[in-house]
């Protein structure tokens, strides 16, 4: 069992920057990857990002590439992400995930094990 805590949410202006963390309650596995997600309100939950914990290769959505960053700290079992240049489409609530068998990153909300309990973010004009 893996407990997910998400913190680093709030209410920032466009253009500006937030980032999010992921605090795991147990130890991160070599095999396992690790995703941000975001549902906002009357749509459906979207892959945002993802990192497999083993040799750090990332994947992210179109919509956040080159705004967003995802990262880990292996040492802490924490996983990270920068967003910078948020739009207002970005408002949502984010949830990490962990997929606990994961030979390569995968963006299918189904193979992911093990969820958070969100963290709301706000873009206001």
């Known amino acids: 069992q893996v407990q997910l805590v998400e913190s680093g949410g709030g209410l920032v202006q466009a253009g500006g920057s937030l980032r999010l963390s992921c605090a795991a309650s147990t130890r991160i596995f070599s095999n396992y990857a690790m995703g941000w997600f975001r549902q906002a309100p009357g749509k459906e939950r979207e892959f945002v990002a993802a990192i497999r914990w083993s040799g750090g290769m990332t994947d992210y959505a179109d919509s956040v590439k080159g705004r967003f960053t995802i990262s880990r700290d292996n040492a802490k079992n924490m996983v990270y992400l920068q967003m910078n240049s948020l739009k207002l489409e970005d408002t949502a609530i984010y949830y990490c995930?962990?997929?606990?068998?994961?030979?390569?990153?995968?963006?299918?909300?189904?193979?992911?094990?093990?969820w958070g309990q969100g963290t709301q973010v706000t873009v206001s004009s």
């Open positions: 995930a962990a997929d606990t068998f994961a030979p390569r990153l995968l963006r299918d909300i189904k193979e992911y094990d093990y």
